[in-house]
């Protein structure tokens, strides 16, 4: 069993920047992939950015060059610097984690938070 704990989200005008950070806790993997993902009212969930144990990082196409995905030296926390906020940023955000870390992808992801809501005002 993973625990994950999102925390950092708020309500930010647009241009703003948040840190969002997700504590992990309980069983470790020497191969994953973290990341984060979210999800807007009436739309289909998105993947934002990811981490594997190897230091990769990928990022969605609307988010790349705003946001930034890292990891504490400690490899128990995840944080996602987002910067140059705009209005649909807005969405719940959820940290994942895999036991693979060829698995990036939301169906790959084996243990989820339970989000923390970013809203971005114009």
């Known amino acids: 069993q993973v625990q994950l704990v999102e925390s950092g989200g708020g309500s930010v005008q647009a241009g703003g920047s948040l840190r969002l950070s997700c504590a992990a806790s309980g069983n470790t993997y020497s191969s994953y992939c973290m990341g984060w993902f979210r999800q807007a009212p009436g739309k289909e969930r998105e993947g934002v950015a990811s981490r594997d144990s190897d230091g990769a990082t990928t990022y969605g196409d609307s988010v790349r060059g705003r946001f930034t995905i890292s990891r504490d030296k400690a490899g128990n926390t995840l944080y996602l610097q987002m910067s140059s906020l705009k209005p649909e940023d807005s969405a719940m955000y959820y940290c994942?984690?895999?036991?693979?870390?060829?698995?990036?992808?939301?169906?790959?992801?084996?243990?989820w938070g339970k989000g923390t809501l970013v809203t971005i005002s114009s």
């Open positions: 994942a984690i895999s036991d693979d870390r060829r698995s990036c992808h939301a169906d790959g992801m084996r243990y």
